[in-house]
């Protein structure tokens, strides 16, 4: 296993570019191959989820082909199976996106229960709800979810709980089925809106994608698209977060800064100066920051994503924070961690107390998931010490270039083979050196 060895005390400073959003993208590449003509789709970000996706699609009979690092051709045309295998859905938490574009464009799919990150339940019943009030049949059967309708029909759904998942998962669907879809209680995340447009440019009709209702009139084909992901919102946060951390001077470059205003409103009540543009942001901290309040919430409140990353920064500020988690019941694992480096905090239930210290020092920690694990290198980087993240393969899953960005702003980051792994490594290169020489001889 990799891990990041990180020697802190220098302020962030420069610019750095964001990239595409994960979230977006891993939606969008599952709605191309509803169109048996070809798809391009670029600002793709170059990260592990995004692989396992393409594989997950070439797997079941898509033509894959990619252009380069972040641009990528998909042709749904020869899609004969329609069956997802555990091995990627395991990886992934999104390919049960697959559900829907398989549902909405040839009425079956078979999909293994999902995985992903370990940050709390996040069960699919509103997912199976919407497929069934559309009039497919659906069952769990051997750790698979088979969905299947003779034909998909447009009803009248609300949602019992806003997801970002079943909005989505359902909006698909409801993209090929007959007549009218109107959806309620939806989500209204930037990346939901990213997936309608997407739709939209291969001929869907839906309207009214980032308010509280949606309505699809369902089309009986869609065709060929070129389209581009709208920028990372959560990767833009943790670089923002980043330059509070370290007292630094960030300016993220590519994103939409309308996108980031509960981030910004948050660096702002703890003191960081913002500044905004029209595709930038940029966050200066000069002083030691302040203690707040923080709720997370769907979209436009503050996101769970976010909610590591502000808690490293809060755990640095003057005075006694609150972080209140109202999404996932498992996202303060990282606090334990966090406590290894200094911090004190008190967790009842799904809220946080922290007291904020002077100054973290370096541990050796593990990052128990993707934006937990960013938040710790944050962490590490505004230390006067050495810190050792491990496990930075959750990490890989979702920031592209991570350490190469950090770099790039003056962090000093590297990635090595963990101590085991290393020497392991090291007996193999003896071994593959000495029977060359012998295969040489010969």
């Not at 750095?16 to 793709?44: C, R, Y």
């Not at 970000?45 to 033509?63: F, H, K, Q, W, Y």
């Not at 990213?194 to 009709?205: C, R």
């Not at 190469?404 to 000093?412: A, H, N, T």
């Amino acid at each position: 296993m990799e891990q990041y060895i990180i020697k802190g005390g220098n302020p962030l400073v420069g610019e750095v570019e964001i990239g595409g959003a994960k979230n977006a993208a891993l939606a969008i590449l599952a709605a191309a191959i509803m169109t048996d003509e070809t798809v391009l789709i670029d600002n793709l970000p170059d990260v592990n989820d995004i692989n396992v996706m393409l594989e997950a699609i070439s797997g079941i009979g898509a033509t894959v082909q990619r252009l380069d690092r972040h641009t990528v051709k998909i042709n749904g045309s020869a899609i004969g199976n329609f069956n997802i295998e555990y091995d990627y859905i395991k990886k992934i938490r999104a390919s049960y996106y697959l559900l829907g574009a398989m549902l909405g464009k040839y009425k079956r799919a078979e999909v293994a229960l999902p995985g992903g990150c370990n940050i709390g339940s996040r069960p699919i019943d509103q997912h199976l709800k919407g497929f069934r009030a559309l009039g497919a049949d659906v069952d769990i059967e051997h750790g698979k979810i088979v969905a299947e309708a003779e034909h998909l029909r447009g009803t009248h759904l609300y949602f019992d709980v806003v997801s970002v998942g079943a909005t989505i998962n359902v909006m698909m669907a409801a993209a090929m089925a007959d007549g009218l879809t109107i959806m309620e209680n939806v989500a209204k995340e930037p990346h939901v809106v990213d997936v309608a447009n997407f739709l939209n440019s291969m001929g869907a009709n839906i309207r009214g994608a980032g308010t509280d209702v949606i309505k699809i009139r369902g089309v009986k084909s869609l065709h060929k698209t070129e389209y581009s992901i709208i920028p990372d919102q959560i990767e833009a946060g943790t670089f923002m977060f980043a330059a509070a951390a370290t007292k630094g001077d960030v300016t993220v470059l590519n994103v939409i800064p309308k996108h980031l205003d509960a981030t910004i409103s948050k660096l702002v009540d703890i003191g960081c100066e913002v500044e905004e543009f029209d595709d930038a942001v940029r966050v200066v901290a000069k002083n030691r920051l302040r203690s707040t309040q923080v709720k997370t919430l769907p979209y436009p409140g503050y996101p769970t994503d976010m909610q590591p990353q502000i808690g490293v920064v809060l755990a640095l500020a003057q005075g006694t924070s609150t972080i209140t988690e109202s999404i996932f019941e498992n996202r303060f694992k990282y606090l334990d961690e966090l406590a290894r480096m200094g911090a004190v905090i008190k967790v009842e239930g799904n809220s946080a107390t922290i007291e904020g210290v002077e100054k973290f020092s370096g541990a050796r920690v593990s990052a128990p998931d993707l934006r937990a694990g960013a938040a710790l290198c944050i962490a590490g980087l505004a230390t006067d010490g050495i810190t050792i993240v491990d496990d930075i393969v959750y990490i890989q899953r979702g920031y592209e270039r991570f350490e190469e960005k950090l770099r790039g702003l003056g962090g000093i980051i590297e990635k090595e083979l963990a101590e085991r792994e290393k020497k392991q490594q090291e007996r193999i290169d003896k071994y593959t050196a000495k029977y060359t020489k012998k295969d040489e001889a010969k």
